[in-house]
């Protein structure tokens, strides 16, 4: 047994880190202050190729497998989860989609572009009726020539307004609902000029309690065309692609949170240190420290459980229940954490002037998106009692 | 034009404590990062790359300093040699350099950082010039290189234009690191497809005397700690003192 990261992903980590610190960091106020992403800091990170951790060479990416994905968010989720946020939905989901599901024409002309930041990607599942119930999605594709025509809404897609790629989810079968009814396609939704391709219409910036340096709308599509060579998978089985999609996306999301619990309690313990009441430091307060012993545990937990997971995704083991984990733990030792840290640092953790505070708004999404932490106990026990052979999902 | 380029690990000084009552420096997380004046060294070399120079990065030390070595490779070099060698002084590791230099025999320029973050004694590259009996450019801002020669900024007094034939050896300041990082494409192929060349010392000319430390490092140690002075909250208090010590009537 091995726990030490191999020499050339402790490498990506210094790259990660100097790029976090050094680029990232001084953008994170202005971005969560004027919610407008921070453009020059993307464009950098796309430079040095963050944009394409995971996918193999051949189509443009670094070849980092799983667990440099890992590293990233985790390195990004200790500076600003809205960052991770935008890589999240590009990486994660977005383009995972596309290379799960894609065939060898589809991953060379789209995962290049993609790898190398030059084109920005989201993924398009939810929609108003249809969140957890992501099956009760009505957004339609109807098969017209060689082409499909899509019209309906989703909502909440993070990269929305800024991707000029998507992975969406459609229903090309109603009869069939969406398993084997809904059909997954790969889309352009801006020109290379950037104006919105025919059919498509980004709604309105959402306003939102936190994640303001992440850019998510509502987008809909009217007389949309498709070609038909664009679909992921096989036509009616989209939903698995988008299914498999989020089971990797879960471990990285928890990566992030990672990063967010490691600078909840890096803060705490600086502050702890520094600040004097009743003549001493915190530091020597039994009831501070009580509360930073539970925060280290909960963290190291978390990254035995998340790169373990990704070790299992990497060497092609079965990996749904604990990537399921992952996100459920992860979200909430996070915003356990960062409520902690705030707690120790008293008003100055509630000032807009301290950057705890974001990062207390930003921690509470980790618990709803993605699939919310209800959603996750229900796979995760779905998973459990299979392995005795019961199914609790028609 | 050949640049040679001469790169240094650091302990990552956030992973590092100073407790001055114990006396002891605590590393907490062993990390080593490349200096940053080696960035800056990297950055100079990468500018006269553009314009067709070949970079080779050099490094003296225990087997750590390959990742020092493909992270050069990652910002640009295009080849790396390793120095196996438990070092010595700087005396010793300029003498390695110089008969590496020596060994490829057509390096024009060698560009070295000025001053580390964690010994910052600045020894290397003065010593480089003397055993290669080259001139000398120390503390350059920017450089600039054709086959006339090097011009250089350097801090002195201000900054001045310097400028001197090739060979040269050039040391580059840290603050003139202007942040470029390494490139993760390339930073993959450094670990995946590209090898660090692995030299001996046997392999370079070198006779005994060459690789005998002048000076010894010893344990850590630190200086009696400066008393401070005590502060006065007004003139009048000032006058009051002073006449107290008996300084003024």
Same mark, same amino acid.
């Given at each position: 047994m091995d726990f030490e990261l191999s020499r050339e992903h402790q490498a990506l980590r210094r790259l990660i880190r100097e790029f976090a610190e050094e680029e990232l960091r001084p953008a994170t106020r202005c971005a969560d202050r004027s919610a407008q992403p921070p453009l020059d800091v993307v464009k950098k990170a796309a430079e040095i190729g963050l944009f394409g951790v995971p996918f193999p060479r051949e189509y443009g990416g670094l070849g980092a497998g799983e667990t440099g994905y890992c590293i990233l968010m985790e390195e990004i989720g200790r500076v600003d989860t809205s960052f991770a946020t935008i890589i999240g939905a590009h990486i994660g989901i977005g383009t995972m989609a596309i290379y799960l599901g894609g065939n060898k024409q589809i991953r060379e002309k789209y995962l290049p572009d993609l790898c190398s930041g030059k084109k920005i990607a989201a993924f398009a599942l939810t929609e108003p009726q249809a969140g957890s119930d992501a099956a009760s999605i009505k957004l339609r594709a109807t098969k017209e020539g060689d082409s499909y025509i899509l019209d309906g809404e989703k909502m909440w897609i993070t990269n929305g307004p800024m991707a000029s790629t998507m992975s969406i989810l459609a229903v090309t079968d109603p009869a069939l609902g969406a398993r084997g009814g809904a059909t997954a396609f790969v889309i352009e939704t801006r020109n290379g000029d950037g104006a919105p391709t025919e059919g498509f219409t980004p709604g309105k910036h959402e306003h939102k309690m936190g994640l303001h340096g992440s850019p998510t709308a509502a987008i809909s599509f009217d007389n949309f065309r498709v070609p038909a060579?664009? /679909?992921?998978?096989?036509v009616g089985l989209g939903f698995v692609v988008f299914m498999q999609t989020l089971d990797i996306g879960r471990v990285t999301l928890g990566a992030a949170t990672l990063g967010g619990a490691e600078a909840s309690l890096q803060q705490t313990l600086e502050w702890a240190a520094l600040r004097e009441q009743f003549g001493k430091p915190l530091a020597l307060t039994q009831s501070i420290q009580f509360m930073v012993a539970d925060m280290a545990a909960e963290t190291e937990a978390l990254r035995s459980l998340v790169y373990r997971t990704a070790w299992l995704v990497d060497n092609q083991k079965p990996f749904i229940k604990e990537a399921g984990m992952c996100k459920l733990l992860g979200s909430e030792i996070a915003s356990r954490c960062v409520d902690r840290a705030v707690q120790v640092m008293g008003a100055l953790g509630y000032?807009?002037? /301290?950057?705890m505070e974001r990062g207390f708004r930003d921690a509470r999404i980790a618990e709803i998106f993605e699939g919310t932490n209800e959603i996750q106990r229900i796979l995760i026990a779905e998973q459990l009692f299979r392995e005795v052979g019961v199914r609790i999902r028609p | 034009m050949k640049v040679l380029v001469c790169v240094k690990q650091v302990l990552d000084p956030t992973g590092l404590t100073v407790n001055r009552k114990a006396e002891k420096v605590f590393i907490n997380r062993e990390d080593f990062i490349l200096d940053t004046a080696s960035k800056a060294a990297l950055e100079a070399a990468n500018d006269l790359k553009r314009a067709g120079a070949a970079v080779i990065a050099i490094s003296v030390g225990p087997e750590r300093v390959e990742d020092g070595l493909r992270e050069a490779l990652a910002r640009g070099a295009d080849r790396a040699i390793w120095i196996r060698s438990e070092g010595g002084d700087a005396l010793v590791i300029a003498n390695l350099i110089a008969a590496a230099a020596r060994k490829l025999s057509d390096i024009d320029l060698i560009i070295a950082g000025?001053? $580390?973050? %964690? $010994? =910052?004694? =600045?020894e290397l590259a003065p010593r480089l010039a003397e055993a290669l009996d080259w001139p000398q450019i120390l503390g350059a801002a920017q450089i600039d290189a054709g086959e006339q020669g090097v011009t250089a900024i350097v801090q002195a007094d201000g900054f001045v234009q310097v400028e001197a034939a090739l060979p040269v050896v050039v040391s580059m300041l840290g603050a003139a690191y202007r942040g470029s990082l390494a490139n993760g494409w390339r930073l993959m192929d450094a670990y995946k497809q590209w090898d660090v060349e692995a030299w001996s010392t $046997?392999?370079? %000319?070198?006779?005994e005397d060459d690789l005998r430390p002048l000076t010894i490092k010893k344990e850590d140690a630190f200086p009696p700690e400066r008393q401070l002075g005590m502060s006065v909250r007004d003139v009048k208090e000032l006058v009051v003192m002073l006449k107290r010590e008996k300084v003024i009537a």
């Open positions: 060579e664009n /679909v992921l998978g096989q000032s807009r002037d /301290v950057h | 000025h001053q $580390s973050l %964690d $010994s =910052g004694a =600045g $046997s392999e370079l %000319d070198l006779n």
